[in-house]
């Protein structure tokens, strides 16, 4: 590797150390992150101020890194549906506060969910995403679906979902949902209606009328 190389490397690993930092679990400090990633306390003090500016990173109300309205613009804009970036944060702070479970926006196509940026749940119900997992649905969704739809992934520890559509594009359709534990997957209509209000808010904001 040569020199440029190597510092456009040290560079990218600096970056996705940051970007990781608003889903460590709660209570992790941001410089526990870059310390375990050999990162220097200086330097991770620069990279943190940078990416706050830039809007890749921004603190909640206790002084906490969560993603910036930039992060989510630039992922969600991968899979068509970039206008949602700046509602995101806002949509999935108000599902993980209503429910205390990890709320997220995702991405399906066909009968299998990718699941974007989330905010973590809170207490001892809420279930971590498992990127190693595949997320499954019971059956297929248009944006016509009404209610919520469910499924379950494939891990060692197996989670549940609930999800609802938003909007499609190209064949891509955005849903809002929430992680749950296996057993209580479509049970609690309270859910089921928090999840169907965020996405009647976040349609409406796609629609250029504002939450």
């Not at 150390?17 to 941001?30: L, Y």
């Not at 999935?92 to 905010?119: D, H, I, M, N, W």
């Not at 190693?132 to 679906?145: G, P, Q, V």
Request: proline share 4%; aromatic share 8%; hydrophobic share 40%.
């Amino acid at each position: 590797m040569t020199g440029k190389s190597a510092i456009y490397r040290r560079a990218l690993d600096r970056f996705e150390t940051a970007m990781r930092i608003p889903h460590r679990p709660a209570g992790e400090t941001a410089g526990a992150a870059f310390q375990e990633a050999g990162i220097a306390r200086s330097t991770a003090a620069r990279d943190l101020l940078v990416l706050e500016q830039r809007k890749f990173l921004a603190r909640d109300s206790y002084g906490d890194p969560v993603l910036g309205s930039e992060a989510w613009r630039v992922g969600y804009s991968a899979w068509g549906h970039g206008d949602a970036g700046p509602m995101a944060a806002t949509i999935v702070r108000y599902l993980r506060v209503q429910t205390r479970r990890t709320a997220f926006l995702g991405v399906v196509t066909g009968k299998e969910l990718t699941l974007l940026a989330f905010s973590l749940g809170r207490g001892n119900d809420y279930t971590a995403p498992d990127r190693n997992a595949s997320y499954l649905l019971h059956r297929k969704i248009d944006t016509e679906t009404r209610g919520a739809v469910h499924g379950m992934s494939s891990s060692a520890s197996p989670a549940g979902f609930s999800i609802a559509p938003v909007a499609e594009t190209s064949g891509v359709i955005l849903v809002a949902g929430l992680l749950c534990r296996r057993d209580e997957a479509g049970i609690d209509p309270d859910r089921v209606v928090v999840l169907r209000d965020a996405t009647r808010k976040l349609r409406i904001g796609l629609s250029g009328y504002g939450l």
